[in-house]
């Protein structure tokens, strides 16, 4: 493991949902770079949540510590359970699941319908995004660019979201939450929920499901202030 001095800034590794991949961060990551943050998005196959949860630790062992973890959907479930490495100074959702002990990440969507599950195909053991799906997925994106969302959606295996791990990092390290308000995706009431229950810091957008593509630069203000309230308790301690 690397180590990082209190003087410098906090690692960044970003966390995707399903039908992603890392480069759905790609508004938020020269920014930061640019900014003095070792920044890398995790790639992991979306085929188990124990499997993508050891790819971020892989991950974290490949930038300097402290690191804060950002995870977008599905990928609030991964920091969840990999945030509890110490490693991790604190957590940031963008409209993301946040399951507690005993939970999955299909009984938390479960309580909560929305929309993008009504556009959704199981073949070969993975679930597709439909064509038409994607507006209830990144609506507020230009159409030029929902295309491309869809062509290069990456599908989860079909039993992802009924799992369970051990382990809830947002019970023991600071939290910030983006709740967004024209999700049709994960309900926005869900992410009220789970942004409620963790204490989350929250601030609240009107965005579709994919505010890193949608409304980068208050995505970008959000993990500023996570990573200058990390660096600042680093410094302190």
Not at 57 to 66: M, N
Request: charged residues 20%.
């Amino acid at each position: 493991m690397k180590s990082q001095s209190t003087e410098t800034k906090p690692s960044i590794v970003f966390c995707h949902g399903i039908w992603a991949d890392g480069s759905c961060f790609n508004k938020l990551i020269p920014t930061l770079q640019a900014e003095g943050h070792e920044v890398l998005a995790a790639q992991y196959g979306l085929d188990t949540w124990a499997g993508d949860v050891a790819m971020v630790k892989r991950t974290l062992a490949r930038v300097s510590s402290p690191a804060i973890l950002v995870g977008h959907s599905y990928g609030g479930a991964v920091i969840t359970a990999a945030g509890t490495d110490e490693r991790v100074a604190g957590l940031v959702y963008i409209a993301a699941v946040a399951p507690d002990a005993g939970e999955t990440v299909e009984s938390q969507l479960n309580q909560y319908p929305t929309e993008i599950f009504k556009h959704i195909e199981a073949a070969d053991g993975r679930i597709w995004m439909l064509a038409e799906g994607v507006k209830h997925f990144a609506g507020d994106l230009p159409e030029e660019e929902q295309k491309v969302v869809w062509a290069t959606h990456y599908p989860p295996a079909a039993d992802l979201f009924t799992k369970k791990l051990d382990g809830v990092a947002w019970k023991s390290k600071p939290s910030w939450y983006i709740r967004a308000t024209n999700d049709h995706a994960v309900h926005p009431d869900l992410q009220k929920f789970l942004a409620k229950r963790m204490g989350a810091t929250t601030t609240e957008v009107a965005s579709s499901h994919v505010p890193m593509l949608s409304h980068p630069d208050l995505v970008i203000d959000v993990i500023r202030k996570a990573a200058k309230a990390v660096q600042g308790a680093t410094a302190a301690a």
